[in-house]
Structure formats: structure tokens, C-alpha cells
């Protein structure tokens, strides 16, 4: 049997965790290992994907994948206590409050003190050891699962000292920042990851950069209602034999329903300080930050890396483990990896480091041997035996330390909204509805109403300056290139920042509070057919209204395949900016048909982007998607700070690129629109070059029956902004555009505006995100495509 054939409900004990490569890694790094106790939660509305409770949390995978799991059913299974334990917690449901005498318990860690810097002989007293010089910058990498308060943690650390950037070579997010009166300090969060493998892009990061860039501390995030999963990565990080600190986060979660946590028993079973915190309620934190700059001080190591058991189904993984050790020694070494993460990734067969330890042919040899013995012996593969010996430890670390509630109230509380959100028949009019009321509120409330504000604003100053450069009897060019070229140009794009604000409000809401997720988990069938995964219909929904914060919001995709395909289809999804130029034509030629010309357009475009999908599918991308088994966390409200941080950074961003690039652009498009071939300063703009420009490419508009410069001058008007395109036309052509244009022109200019070269200011996102080459690449292709489908227009058009 394997999971797929379970019975909503039910739970069965893993029995062999099938699958390759990344996918397979990612199921034992998730806890999906052989002996573990599954139940099947629910089907996704559209009947896949599936979720599941593993170890206590929520995961997701697809069906074909969940068919890769061999399971035995726990009935049939000669029922040990612990089984019947664990899938009983996952049926029961005790309402919020009823959790008897549990509320009233006070956890463990509040009753034992616990232990401050240098207390019972673990830690160096101040003073002694061998501390760094004073003036040495104590660097730390911030390390955590997906979820488990790291945004939040980062930021109560940093408070707003923090800046932020690429990691070399990719568009992940790199954000850095001093410890708040700490100023000898600097902190890196790394992307949320649940393992130290190296198939996904996040992974390799993280470990790269412990291993490269030497931080002289670990700061790792536990939550610590999910406690179980969350150490499977620490178990990995102690193994990198650098100072760490365990920090237990949601504590208030796990006190607040009566669970406990040994924290003084988990240190010393762990060999590093864990300090209990709430990121969220800033509790904690500055006990956090004592011990961290204290170990990394002092360059305390983890008092223990050895978690393999002798006596663990015969010791077969620990002989191994220490043959490898022994074996690898001086190549680790020399490469400047720690031995222990060395013999432990060589052992789960990470050709990575296999490589970077150059080790010979004979040695390569006895690996191989002591790999097979181990896994005859442990009658379990290679990565599994390794996995598995990792879950045993924590397990018994928990068993040791933790005390479970009886039940959580946020877990209930999700598990309660879920029933609406992911429920059959109402996941996807819930979506449609929460995705309606955030257009609406951005588009036509909140982010007009600024927009308006802004605008007002932007008019009043450029009419101030205005007056007061006529005043001082500026050269009427700089008059000129200050009003309409920067004033215009740059507070046209500028108006657009209220729009992004409040969207990108809105969208981290969704995301920190674990909607987002759930989106993903609701529309992966649907965005698998064209090679994508559920995460993307995010991106593309926001493309709707405008493409700049739609292809900025895809940093929320987990891979760089699904990322990059996710932005060429953006501009596929018409933007709100387009909708005058539907308004204007469609009243203008077609005022009968003006809704169901309106949609055509809409669907046009989307049915161009599913095309374009398929193609990218079977030429460009034609990866694998990447594996869709992910965490559905419990909600969450958000935080405030959180939210404000990442407007503020969205702003910035944006505010960056409208005076750097956009700036640029503008002044060019003003000049060649100002002046003429013999660049003297003109006033009728049909002398310009840029309608000498405009009557060069006039002839490759003609076969669409728009051979008119005033046309592609608008066109091209159009890439600065597509509002303009209507009001140059309207200049141009004196307000008789009905009449200089046929209604099938009219209707291939309609489809040309719809897919053609998205604006300056989306071009430069694209260009952010991916580069000049793919930039380019976007602008070139869209026109391609608009060009194809109006031409196609025009013949259909010219039959009737
Ligand atoms: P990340 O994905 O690791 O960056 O996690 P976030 O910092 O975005 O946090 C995920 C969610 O957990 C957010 O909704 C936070 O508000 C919430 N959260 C973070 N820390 C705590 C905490 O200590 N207690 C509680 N109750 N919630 C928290
Ligand atoms: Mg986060």
C-alpha cells in the first residue's frame, strides 16, 4: 500500500520512502523516513494535491509522489503504544479551553532558572578562555526553518539598521544587519530551509556561506511548537563546528497551552546554549543576544557532534560515521570542512562535497564499501539511515525535554478556518473572493485614494517649480527637460508607488499569515498543466493590476526555474494601465460590443500566456517543476513590524529604480521627442527624431493597418507608460482619431496594445530581477507576439 491509497483520516506507518534525488531527499528531510506515523488529512479541492499530518504539522504533496511512499496501515499493524499515541493527538479534538488542568501548569523552564553566561562549568566565565580581540566583528548567520518566526526574529535583532541585497550570483534575498546596540556586529539571514542538502537553491546558499564565508556564530530558530522537524536542521548546523545558539521560538504557544520544554536538559543534551523566546512578543530576545555574542566571543564550539548511537539497530550507521571520520580526516581538513558535516553528507552520497575533498581512487573505494555495509547492515539505504539517525536522536531529545500539550488552540484555530479556505466546494470561491476584495481595495480605494493624493501633489510641485524657473528666466531647454522630461516622466512612474504599497500590504498579509500556502496547495493542479507549481498564480493574479510588483512578488517562489518562467508570462496579464486604451477605442469604434470586446482582450492575453507557457515548458525550462511537498503552516496573525519593514524595502526599491533607471529613460525619450535631426530645440513634435524613428518603423506597422508615424509614436509613447499611449494619440491627431483609423485598425492596434513591450518602469523590474539579457529578451518577444497576433487580426478582420 502507499499513501495515496490511505482513507481521509486514516494513518499508517511509513515503510519504505521511495522517489530520487531532490524529491526523495526532500521526504526525509520533512520526517517522511521509514517508521513514521502518517494520517491523511484531505484532498485538494481539485483533487490533488493531498495533505497530510506528519510528526504533528501539516505537509502537502502530490499525489504521483505520495504513490512513491509504501506505508502499512496502522490497524494492521500489531499496535505499539506509541503509534496508537501518536495518531490518536492528531484525531482528537479538544476544544480551546477544555485543555483541563494543562492552562494552569507552569512549563518547566519557567520553574528551573535557566543558566546564565558561565554558570555550571558549561560556559567560560568572562574573562577566562580565549576570547577574540575586542574589536573583533562577530558575524552571524541566522538560520532557520520556513515559518518559524525568522523575518521576526531578524527584525527585533536588527531593529532597522539592515540592508538589504542579493546573494552573489542569484536573486535570493540578502538581508544583513548590526544587533541593536551591539555595533561590533553583523547578522545574515538565510533563506528559510529545512535541511543542509544540496539540491535547492536556498540549501546550497546556506551551507556555502557557513562554510565559506566563516561566520564567527550560528544563531538558529526552533519553533518550537513544531520542535520535532525544526532540530533536524540543527542536528546538521551542530555538525558545521561553529559557536551556536538554539533559540526556541513561539514559546508563548507552547506555555499558552499548557506544553513545556526543558530547556536547561536540551542544552545539555545538545552541547549549546538554547535561550526560550518569543520573537513575536519580544521576549527573551536580549537574553538571546547575550548568549550569542558570548559564544561567538569566546568561540564557544558545540560541546557534542556525535549524535550516533552504538547501540541504534546495531550501530551500524555510527561505525560507519566514525570509518568515515577516520577516513577523511586530513582531505576535510585541508578543504576547510568540518569533518563530522563532511562524513555524514559523503555518507547520504552529496557529490558536492565528494568533490571538494578530492579524495583518491582508493578512498573513494573504501567509502563506497563502508556506504554498502552500512546499508546492508541497517537494511535501510544510504540517505535514509542517515536521516533516520537524526530523527532517532531528536526523538530521544524530546522525549527527554518536551512536554506536548494536549492539543494546540492555533492548531485547532487553522484546522477551523481550513475547513472554509481549503474546503471542497468553498476553497475556490474563498480565493476568488479574498483576491476580489484586494484588487478592489488596492485598485479602487485605498491605492487610488493615495495615488490621487500623490498625484496632487507631484502637479502642485512641478507647477511651483514651474513658475519659479519661468521666474528666474531659465534656458527654455532645461525648462523644458525639468518639467516635461523629469517632472512628467518620473512622477508618472512615481505615482504608481501607492498602488505597489498597499498591494504588497496586502500580499505580505496573506503570505506571514500562511494563506499563501494554502493558495498553493488549492491551484497546484491547475498551474501544473503548464508547467508550474501553485505558488505562481500569486504573480500572475497581481500582473492583473500592474506587471511591476507581480514580477517583484516573485521572489516568493520557491526555485529559480518556476521564478523565471513565472515573470516572462507576467506581462501576458493585462495590467490596469492598458484599461484606458481599451476604454477610449472600444467607445470610440465598438461602443455596442465594449464589454465583450473587453474580455476577449482579457482572455486573449491569458490564453497567449498559456501558450507561451507550454512553449517555455518544452524549450527554455524544461526542468522538472520543483517538488511540491510543503509545509502548511498554522495561521498566524502577522506582525505589524514585519509588514512595515517590507513595505519600507519595497519602497525603497522602487524609489531606487524610478530615479535611477526610469530617470535615465525618461530623459532619453523627452530628448529625442524635443529635439530634431539637427538637434536644435523644436516645438511641433512631428519634426522630432523621435518621429523620424517613428516613420522608420512605420512600415513594419503597415501589414497591420497602423502605417501612421503618429501611431507608432504613440505606440512608443506607450513604453513609458501605457496610459499615454491615448493621450499622444489624442495630441497627435488633434482628437480625430475615429475617424483617421478603420474599426479592423482599430481592433489590431487593441491587440498590439495588449501584448506588446510591457512599460519602462516593468522592464526594469524584469531587468532587477533577472537581467539586462532577459530584459531585453521580454521587450523583444512581446512586440514579436503583438505583432503575430494583430497581423493575424488584420487577415481576419479583412475577410468581411
Ligand atoms: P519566517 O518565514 O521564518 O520568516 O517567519 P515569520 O517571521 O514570517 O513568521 C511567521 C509567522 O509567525 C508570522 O505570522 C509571525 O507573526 C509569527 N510569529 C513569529 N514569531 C512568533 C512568536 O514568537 N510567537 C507567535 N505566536 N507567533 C510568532
Ligand atoms: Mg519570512
Redesign the pocket.
Known amino acids: 500500500m502507499t499513501l495515496k491509497d490511505l482513507a481521509i483520516g486514516e494513518s499508517a506507518r511509513v515503510s519504505k520512502t521511495g522517489g530520487n534525488g531532490e524529491l526523495r531527499q526532500h521526504f526525509l528531510d520533512m520526517g517522511v523516513i521509514p517508521g513514521t506515523v502518517i494520517t491523511k488529512i484531505k484532498l485538494a479541492p481539485l483533487g490533488d494535491p493531498i495533505e497530510f499530518d506528519v510528526n504533528g504539522y501539516e505537509l502537502t504533496m502530490r499525489l504521483a509522489d505520495a504513490e512513491k511512499i509504501e506505508v502499512i496501515s496502522v490497524a494492521e499493524q500489531s499496535r505499539s503504544n506509541e503509534t496508537t499515541e501518536d495518531s490518536k493527538k492528531v484525531v482528537s479534538t479538544l476544544r480551546p479551553g477544555s485543555g483541563t488542568a494543562g492552562s494552569t501548569t507552569v512549563g518547566t523552564n519557567k520553574s528551573t532558572a535557566h543558566p546564565g553566561l558561565g554558570e555550571g562549568g558549561k560556559f567560560h566565565a568572562k574573562g577566562d578562555g580565549d576570547p577574540l580581540p575586542d574589536e573583533t566583528l562577530l558575524t552571524y548567520a541566522l538560520v532557520?526553518?520556513?515559518?518559524?518566526?525568522?523575518?521576526?526574529?531578524f527584525n527585533q535583532l536588527t531593529g532597522s539598521n539592515q540592508h538589504v541585497g542579493n546573494f552573489p550570483g542569484v536573486t535570493v534575498d540578502r538581508k544583513d544587519g548590526a544587533i541593536r546596540g551591539q555595533p561590533n556586529t553583523l547578522v545574515t539571514d538565510l533563506p528559510?530551509i529545512y535541511s543542509m542538502s544540496p539540491y535547492s537553491n536556498e540549501e546550497i546558499i546556506s551551507r556555502n556561506f557557513v562554510l565559506n564565508e566563516k561566520p564567527r556564530g550560528i544563531i538558529n530558530?526552533v519553533d518550537a511548537t513544531n520542535i520535532h522537524r525544526n532540530l533536524y536542521l540543527t542536528m546538521q548546523l551542530l555538525e558545521m563546528d561553529v559557536p551556536m545558539v538554539v533559540a526556541l521560538?513561539?514559546?508563548?504557544?507552547v506555555t499558552g497551552n499548557g506544553g513545556s520544554i526543558d530547556v536547561n536538559k536540551m542544552e545539555e543534551l545538545l552541547g549549546v546554549p538554547v535561550v526560550p523566546?518569543?520573537?513575536?512578543?519580544n521576549q527573551g530576545v536580549d537574553e538571546l543576544i547575550k548568549h550569542a555574542i558570548h559564544v561567538a566571543h569566546f568561540q564557544e564550539k558545540p560541546l557534542r557532534q556525535d549524535f550516533c548511537d552504538e547501540n541504534d539497530s546495531g550501530g551500524a550507521v555510527h561505525r560507519a560515521l566514525h570509518a568515515v571520520i577516520h577516513l577523511i580526516q586530513d582531505h576535510a581538513v585541508k578543504a576547510g570542512i568540518p569533518v563530522r558535516f563532511a562524513a555524514s553528507k559523503l555518507l547520504e552520497g552529496d557529490k558536492r562535497i565528494l568533490y571538494a575533498l578530492d579524495l583518491d581512487v582508493n578512498e573513494k573505494e573504501i567509502l563506497e564499501h563502508i556506504s554498502l555495509q552500512m546499508e546492508a547492515e541497517r537494511g535501510l539505504d544510504r540517505s535514509a539511515a542517515i536521516a533516520d539517525m537524526r530523527y532517532s536522536y531528536i526523538k530521544n531529545v524530546c522525549s527527554q525535554t518536551v512536554r506536548k500539550p494536549h492539543e494546540s488552540r492555533?492548531r485547532i484555530r487553522s484546522q477551523k478556518i481550513d475547513t472554509l479556505l481549503t474546503g471542497k466546494y468553498t476553497a475556490i470561491p474563498f480565493f476568488i473572493l479574498i483576491m476580489a476584495l484586494v484588487f478592489f481595495l488596492t485598485f479602487n480605494v485605498i491605492g487610488a485614494f493615495l495615488q490621487g493624493l500623490l498625484e496632487t501633489g507631484i502637479d502642485a510641485l512641478t507647477g511651483l517649480v514651474d513658475t519659479g524657473l519661468t521666474a528666474m528666466g531659465t534656458n527654455e531647454v532645461l525648462h523644458a527637460l525639468i518639467i516635461d522630461g523629469i517632472f512628467t516622466g518620473v512622477g508618472s512612474v512615481l505615482s504608481f508607488l501607492p498602488i505597489i504599497v498597499t498591494l504588497f500590504f496586502f500580499l505580505s498579509l496573506l503570505e506571514?499569515?500562511?494563506y499563501i500556502a494554502r493558495v498553493a496547495f488549492v491551484m497546484d493542479t491547475m498551474l501544473r498543466k503548464i508547467g508550474l507549481s501553485g505558488r505562481s498564480i500569486v504573480p500572475l493574479l497581481i500582473g492583473f493590476g500592474c506587471t511591476v510588483p507581480a514580477v517583484m512578488s516573485t521572489r516568493i517562489l520557491p526555485s529559480e526555474r518556476d521564478r523565471k518562467m513565472t515573470i516572462l508570462l507576467t506581462p501576458f496579464m493585462s495590467c490596469t494601465a492598458k484599461l484606458p486604451i481599451y476604454a477610449f477605442f472600444t467607445a470610440a469604434f465598438f461602443p455596442k460590443h465594449g464589454g465583450l470586446i473587453m474580455t476577449g482582450l482579457y482572455l486573449l492575453g491569458i490564453i497567449c500566456g498559456i501558450l507561451n507557457a507550454l512553449l517555455y515548458r518544452k524549450t527554455l525550462f524544461k526542468g522538472e517543476p520543483v517538488p511540491f511537498v510543503m509545509e502548511l503552516?498554522n495561521y498566524?496573525?502577522?506582525?505589524l513590524k514585519?509588514v512595515g519593514q517590507l513595505l519600507w524595502e519595497k519602497a525603497k526599491d522602487f524609489l531606487e529604480r524610478a530615479f535611477t533607471v526610469i530617470f535615465m529613460a525618461t530623459i532619453v525619450i523627452w530628448f529625442l521627442q524635443s529635439f530634431n535631426l539637427h538637434l536644435s530645440f523644436i516645438e511641433d513634435s512631428s519634426q522630432s527624431i523621435l518621429a523620424k524613428i517613428a516613420g522608420l518603423i512605420e512600415p513594419i506597422f503597415r501589414p497591420l493597418g497602423l502605417g501612421d508615424w503618429r501611431i507608432c509614436t504613440s505606440l512608443i509613447s506607450g513604453v513609458m507608460a501605457k496610459e499615454s499611449v491615448v493621450s499622444t494619440l489624442q495630441i497627435l491627431f488633434d482628437g480625430g482619431v475615429n475617424t483617421a483609423l478603420s474599426p479592423v485598425s482599430a481592433a489590431s492596434l487593441l491587440v498590439f496594445s495588449l501584448l506588446y513591450c510591457p512599460c519602462i518602469a516593468a522592464v526594469a523590474s524584469v531587468k532587477r530581477e533577472l537581467g539586462t539579457k532577459w530584459a531585453c529578451a521580454v521587450a523583444f518577444w512581446q512586440c514579436a507576439i503583438a505583432w503575430i497576433c494583430a497581423f493575424i487580426v488584420c487577415l481576419i478582420g479583412g475577410l468581411f
Not at 521560538?249 to 504557544?253: C, T, W
Not at 523566546?277 to 512578543?281: M, Y
Open positions: 532557520g526553518n520556513q515559518n518559524s518566526g525568522k523575518t521576526t526574529l528559510g530558530i521560538n513561539m514559546m508563548d504557544e523566546i518569543s520573537a513575536a512578543k492555533e506571514d499569515s500562511g503552516p498566524r496573525l502577522p506582525s514585519n
